[in-house]
């Protein structure tokens, strides 16, 4: 193994965590963690059901480590919004308001493996354009 491999495999086994937590959240706020069993999700994510235990040692420790990432994602994402910039402080919290009623809006239902449709709760869901411009 060379040097630029050694230093590539922390990020690919990152990244392909970070997206077994990605996919994950996406198909559980819509159906409700005990109602997705485990081959959803990794049919989801294209992740083989060995790859999933080298990362989590069970669903549950998955579950965990989905909501710390979701909340270490949320709390960074209110730093970043309410951090002073020089904008004025109710601006700031009303384009927060705005932005959460966004999220609130209904969306077409998204389809997932099997051409089933998810549920849309009318929570917020994490997403990766956490920031709007």
Do not use: C
Request: aromatic letters at 10%; glycine letters at 8%; zero cysteines.
């Amino acid at each position: 193994m060379n040097a630029q491999t050694a230093t590539r495999q922390p990020d690919k086994h990152r990244d392909t965590r970070q997206h077994l937590l990605d996919t994950g959240r996406d198909i559980l706020a819509a159906r409700g963690f005990s109602s997705v069993g485990l081959s959803a999700i990794l049919q989801a994510a294209g992740v083989p059901k060995g790859s999933f235990y080298h990362y989590f040692q069970s669903k549950e420790q998955f579950g965990q480590a989905l909501l710390e990432d979701y909340f270490a994602s949320y709390v960074q994402d209110l730093d970043a919004r309410f951090a002073d910039d020089g904008t004025p402080a109710i601006s700031r919290l009303m384009q927060y308001w705005q932005d959460w009623q966004e999220l609130l809006r209904p969306r077409r239902p998204a389809r997932l493996p099997g051409g089933q449709t998810e549920r849309r709760s009318g929570r917020p869901v994490r997403s990766h354009a956490h920031h709007p411009a």
